[in-house]
C-alpha cells in the first residue's frame, strides 16, 4: 500500500497554486530544492509525473490535474484531525486597504483555506488610516496597506499604479473645477492626497463631488457619472474608463504596498506567509 507524505502532498498543492517552485518555496519556508525533492519522491511514489516544467512554465501534467482535487481534501483531512487535538482555534485577522483587495481577493482567500481549512479568517476592508489605527489597537493581526510613513517597518510586497476613471459619457470644461469622488473626508488619507496633489500641482481647480464609504461606493459614483475618481488600475470597476490623455489630467504617483503585523502564533504566522506570498505571484501575473 502507498502511504502519502503530508508535506509531500502539500508541497505539490502550492506549486500547482503558485506555478511556481520559487513561490511555492517562500510559501512554505523551504527551499527550491527541497521542494522539488518531495515533488519527485511524491511522483515516484504514485508513478505518475504531476508537475510539467519548462525553464520557462510551470504546469500541471493530465495526472496531476487531476490528482489536485484529491490532494486538497488530504491536506484538510489532515488538519482536521490535527485541530481536534489543538488547544484553542487559529484565529487570522487581515485587513486590506480599497484599492488592494482587487479582483484577487476571492483566489486568495480560497488558496488559505485549502491551506489551512480550519483556521478562521476574519477579514476587514478600509482606508490605510482606518487599517493601521486598528493593528495599533489589536483588532486585526496583519494589514497589507499603502506605505504612508516610511520610518515604520513593514515588508514590501508590491507596487500599485493609478489612473483617472470616469464613465464613458463623463463631461467636463477645463474653466469648471474637476468633480472629484474620494473615499475619505481625512485630510491626510493617503488616497485622498494622492489625487488632490496632483491636480494642484498641476493648476487644475477641483471640486468634493462624492465622499465613499469604501470602494463599492466610490466605484458606484464613478459608473453613474458623478465624477472623476483615482483608481488603482487593477480595481477600476467594468464599464468605466481611464481619462487621463481625454480630459488632460496629471499622471498619478504609484503607491509602494507594505505588510504590517503583530506578534503571530507560529500556525497564523504560516498562514499569512502563504497569504502574502500568493499575493505577491497573482500581482506579477
Same mark, same amino acid.
Request: aromatic letters at 4%; proline letters at 7%; one cysteine or more.
Given at each position: 500500500?502507498?502511504?502519502?507524505?503530508?508535506?509531500?502532498?502539500?508541497?505539490?498543492?502550492?506549486?500547482?497554486?503558485?506555478?511556481?517552485?520559487?513561490?511555492?518555496?517562500?510559501?512554505?519556508?523551504?527551499?527550491?530544492?527541497?521542494?522539488?525533492?518531495?515533488?519527485?519522491?511524491? !511522483?515516484?511514489?504514485?508513478?505518475?509525473?504531476?508537475? !510539467?516544467?519548462?525553464?520557462?512554465?510551470?504546469?500541471?501534467?493530465?495526472?496531476?490535474?487531476?490528482?489536485?482535487?484529491?490532494?486538497?481534501?488530504?491536506?484538510?483531512?489532515? !488538519?482536521?484531525?490535527?485541530?481536534?487535538?489543538?488547544?484553542?482555534?487559529?484565529?487570522?485577522?487581515?485587513?486590506?486597504?480599497?484599492?488592494?483587495?482587487?479582483?484577487?481577493?476571492?483566489?486568495?482567500?480560497?488558496?488559505?483555506?485549502?491551506?489551512?481549512?480550519?483556521?478562521?479568517?476574519?477579514?476587514?476592508?478600509? $482606508?490605510? $488610516?482606518?487599517?493601521?489605527?486598528?493593528?495599533?489597537?489589536?483588532?486585526?493581526?496583519?494589514?497589507?496597506?499603502?506605505?504612508?510613513?516610511?520610518?515604520?517597518?513593514?515588508?514590501?510586497?508590491?507596487?500599485?499604479?493609478?489612473g483617472w476613471y470616469a464613465s464613458p459619457g463623463f463631461e467636463w470644461r477645463r474653466e469648471d473645477p474637476l468633480p472629484l469622488a474620494m473615499l475619505s473626508m481625512c485630510e491626510?488619507?493617503?488616497?485622498?492626497?494622492?489625487?488632490?496633489?496632483?491636480?494642484?500641482?498641476?493648476?487644475?481647480?477641483?471640486? !468634493?463631488?462624492?465622499?465613499?464609504?469604501?470602494?463599492?461606493?466610490?466605484?458606484l459614483a464613478v459608473s453613474a457619472g458623478v465624477a472623476v475618481a483615482a483608481l488603482a488600475h487593477r480595481v477600476a470597476p467594468p464599464g468605466v474608463i481611464e481619462v487621463s490623455?481625454?480630459?488632460?489630467?496629471?499622471?498619478?504617483?504609484?503607491?509602494?504596498?507594505?505588510?504590517?503585523?503583530?506578534?503571530?502564533?507560529?500556525?497564523?504566522?504560516?498562514?499569512?506567509?502563504?497569504?502574502?506570498?500568493?499575493?505577491?505571484?497573482?500581482?506579477?501575473?
Amino acid at each position: 500500500m502507498t502511504t502519502l507524505d503530508v508535506d509531500a502532498v502539500k508541497a505539490f498543492v502550492m506549486v500547482a497554486d503558485l506555478q511556481s517552485f520559487t513561490r511555492a518555496a517562500e510559501a512554505l519556508a523551504s527551499t527550491q530544492a527541497t521542494i522539488s525533492v518531495k515533488l519527485r519522491r511524491l !511522483e515516484e511514489k504514485l508513478g505518475a509525473r504531476l508537475i !510539467e516544467r519548462t525553464p520557462r512554465r510551470v504546469r500541471l501534467s493530465p495526472r496531476g490535474a487531476a490528482f489536485l482535487p484529491a490532494a486538497r481534501d488530504f491536506i484538510a483531512a489532515h !488538519e482536521r484531525a490535527i485541530a481536534e487535538f489543538a488547544s484553542a482555534p487559529c484565529r487570522l485577522s487581515l485587513g486590506f486597504v480599497d484599492h488592494v483587495a482587487g479582483p484577487e481577493l476571492p483566489a486568495l482567500l480560497a488558496q488559505l483555506n485549502a491551506h489551512d481549512p480550519t483556521l478562521t479568517l476574519k477579514v476587514k476592508i478600509d $482606508t490605510t $488610516t482606518m487599517l493601521m489605527a486598528a493593528l495599533d489597537e489589536g483588532g486585526l493581526d496583519a494589514v497589507i496597506v499603502h506605505n504612508e510613513d516610511d520610518r515604520r517597518p513593514g515588508t514590501p510586497l508590491s507596487a500599485t499604479h493609478y489612473g483617472w476613471y470616469a464613465s464613458p459619457g463623463f463631461e467636463w470644461r477645463r474653466e469648471d473645477p474637476l468633480p472629484l469622488a474620494m473615499l475619505s473626508m481625512c485630510e491626510t488619507c493617503p488616497d485622498r492626497l494622492r489625487s488632490t496633489e496632483a491636480l494642484e500641482q498641476a493648476g487644475l481647480a477641483w471640486s !468634493e463631488t462624492f465622499v465613499g464609504g469604501g470602494g463599492s461606493a466610490l466605484n458606484l459614483a464613478v459608473s453613474a457619472g458623478v465624477a472623476v475618481a483615482a483608481l488603482a488600475h487593477r480595481v477600476a470597476p467594468p464599464g468605466v474608463i481611464e481619462v487621463s490623455a481625454k480630459l488632460g489630467l496629471p499622471p498619478l504617483p504609484p503607491s509602494q504596498i507594505i505588510l504590517h503585523c503583530n506578534a503571530l502564533s507560529p500556525r497564523a504566522r504560516d498562514a499569512l506567509r502563504v497569504l502574502t506570498t500568493a499575493f505577491r505571484e497573482h500581482r506579477t501575473s
